[in-house]
């Protein structure tokens, strides 16, 4: 796992308003669905991504099929599709979104050539994480065994 700083990881999850998830699921079973449903608890705009339930709602917004369809300003892509499926979806990311921060990869998901492709454009790149769990990691949600405390409070 690529080791990332707790300082890299804060200012991530600090600087980001608007995140784009790529592969969410309507299904509340799902990761990618909670992963969502909890980052738009804590605030940030969340834009559904998912060709497959385009057009449906989710936490308020429409199902957008591709980060392409997004009209407006997004600061972070949090992926949740296979590492194979990466270097796509980065090409559009880096064309949809001329001031894009961050590219996020999932637990289980890198590609070193995509990965690199968007750092050399600056934009910070995390893979194999999640970023509900570092925000829970970070800012205090967590108890000593690792279990999620069930506070919904802000504290970006």
């Not at 799902?30 to 992963?35: E, I, K, L, M, T």
């Not at 893979?127 to 405390?149: D, H, S, V, W």
């Amino acid at each position: 796992m690529p080791d990332y700083s707790d300082d890299l990881l804060t200012r991530t999850l600090k600087r980001a308003r608007t995140i784009a998830v790529v592969g969410v699921s309507t299904n509340p079973v799902r990761p990618s669905y909670f992963v969502a449903r909890y980052l738009t608890l804590k605030g940030y705009t969340v834009i559904p991504v998912n060709p497959v339930s385009e057009g449906e709602m989710l936490f308020g917004r429409r199902i957008v099929a591709r980060l392409s369809d997004i009209a407006e300003k997004v600061d972070m892509v949090d992926i949740f599709r296979r590492s194979e499926a990466v270097p796509e979806i980065v090409d559009e990311a880096l064309a949809a979104f001329p001031d894009l921060q961050t590219i996020w990869m999932q637990i289980g998901v890198e590609h070193a050539e995509a990965a690199a492709k968007a750092e050399a454009r600056g934009v910070t790149v995390i893979q194999n994480r999640c970023p509900k769990i570092e925000y829970q990691r970070l800012f205090g949600e967590l108890r000593m065994g690792g279990f999620a405390t069930g506070v919904i409070s802000s504290k970006l």
